[in-house]
Nanobody
């Protein structure tokens, strides 16, 4: 059973920064890609950023230029560096691991990020 454990969430003022971490219980190279999603109250879960085993990245338009996803294969970890945070970034952030065979997706339990003055 694959386990993903997020950490690093918290309360931050607008314009501040946070780094989220996702620790996997297995070799993350076994997944086609790793990603971060978020879900705000009353909204659907949305993809924030993704990174493939080859290191290719993709970001939601709303976070481009502010968020950076990275991975450390030796530590089986994925990170999300979030700069210039805005109140609309407030959400529960989830780590995701995706592979091309079933079961396709694994999820962490989520970590709360609150941006408020």
């Amino acid at each position: 059973q694959v386990q993903l454990v997020e950490s690093g969430g918290g309360l931050v003022q607008p314009g501040g920064s946070l780094t989220l971490s996702c620790a996997a219980s297995t070799n993350i190279n076994s997944f086609y890609r790793m990603g971060w999603y978020r879900q705000a109250p009353g909204k659907e879960r949305e993809e924030v950023a993704r990174i493939t085993t080859g290191g290719a990245t993709n970001y939601a338009d709303s976070v481009k230029g502010r968020f950076t996803i990275s991975r450390d294969n030796a530590k089986n970890a994925v990170y999300l560096r979030m700069n210039n945070l805005k109140p609309e970034d407030t959400a529960v952030y989830y780590c995701n691991a995706y592979r091309t065979w079933s079961p396709n997706d694994y999820w962490g339990q989520g970590t709360q990020v609150t941006v408020s003055s």
